[in-house]
């Protein structure tokens, strides 16, 4: 298998994994909706997303670091170093997690028993992040993408069990997802018998390794967040609730890229930290974003073709202007992803500084912007600072990163793609008082032009499966 098919492969295995999981997440809504209240929904929702956004300080990113010293590590004994510290220092942050643990009960921030459910999901989701992580590390990609459904499966089991069955409210809901991770866990440790954890092996050096790659990663995994949140209050701030509101509902739509960008990053660091030493990684690296902006301007478009739809069709009435504040939102989400891009390059070549650097000028940039744009033009332009700040960050990557690895860009190509998104875009407001019928056979157009522009991924990913179909026919 050639190193474009492979992460093709990847990719794919990684889509069913993820966009499975997520299917069975979004069928279970309407089960919690229906065995919690509101207020029990609100906590448990808070005590999840809570959990989310501490992993990368209680791991430090040391995943990050597993991933790039151990693909293509032929020596176990490193492997087994590597993966030994990485554990070591996970403990000992969830060692100081447990006195702010005590802290959140002497404040009385949750109950005692909440807090006891919240360590143990941290605990939980912390050793499944660096296992799962092991698993990719060492090419077993199909047992990594098993994991996540492994995970999610075992919550609708736990779910029916102690929700619905024994129905134990909030208890019941992080029980499950506490269990979840636990079964995950155990499938990935069947899978890392490989891997022998030595404390002994552990040293000064390849722990400030580890701490050294990894601890600039943390602010870049937590800036999307700080970016989003931050314009959600100046929002709140300026403009009040119901503006907030529509902010809140507006920015679910372009989350459907992170969907398809979680599935490729995964893919891509893989391929990216492989092919690092390669001596055609430049024209390999140039091939692969070519292809990668061309399929996320697709989607793109392809949202802003449905936009008005869902808000018209799917959205109550008082929600419907949130359909103004997509498309900047959308083309910040874009240039997100092409930073992430790039940063991949960054940490292959493990100047983990420049992503925090970067990262730290974007999101300045996108924060300041929303101070000056919201207040002036109102919630339509809630998108624009991040829209702004990503494109300094991808501009500023771009040039860092070409004294590593050159990225060729199809200038032309990548113009009038932008052009054809902020075209779709104007018409969009333009036609915005002509028939349904009318405004969707406009944007139709424009996304037919985005496909005709977009052409060379489209040959490459039928000539993929063109490829893969004829293999299994002649292996046959």
Known sequence: MNKYAKLL????????????????????????????????????????????????????????????????????????SVFSTALFISIVMLVFFLFFCVLFYYFHVWSGKIIVYFYLLVFMAALQILFSTYLRAIGKSKNFALSGVIQVLSILFFNLIFLVYMKLGVDGYLISLICSYFVSNLYCFAYSRCLSIRFSEITRVSAKKIIAFSLPLIPNYSMWWVVNNSTRYVVLSYLGLSANGLFAVASKIPTCINVFVTVFQQAWQISAFEEFDSHDRSKYYSTVFRAYYQFLFIIASFLLVLNKIIFENFVSHEFMMAWKMVPLLILGVLYQTFSSFLGTIYTANYKTKDVFLTSFVGAGISIGANFIFIPMYGEVYAGLGASLGFFIMWLLRLIGTRKIVYTKIYYLEFILLNGMFLVQTFLLFLLNDISGEGQFFVQFLCFLMTMFLSKNFLSVLFLFFKNKILSKYINV
């Open 9 to 80: 492969n990847n990719s794919l295995i990684f889509a069913l994994g993820n966009l499975g999981s997520k299917v069975i997440v979004i069928l279970l809504v309407p089960l919690y909706t229906f065995y919690l209240t509101t207020q029990d929904y609100g906590l448990v929702d808070l005590v999840a997303s809570s959990q989310a956004l501490l992993m990368p300080f209680i791991t430090i990113t040391a995943e990050q670091a597993l991933l790039r010293y151990i693909i293509g590590e032929k020596d176990k004994d490193i492997i087994n």
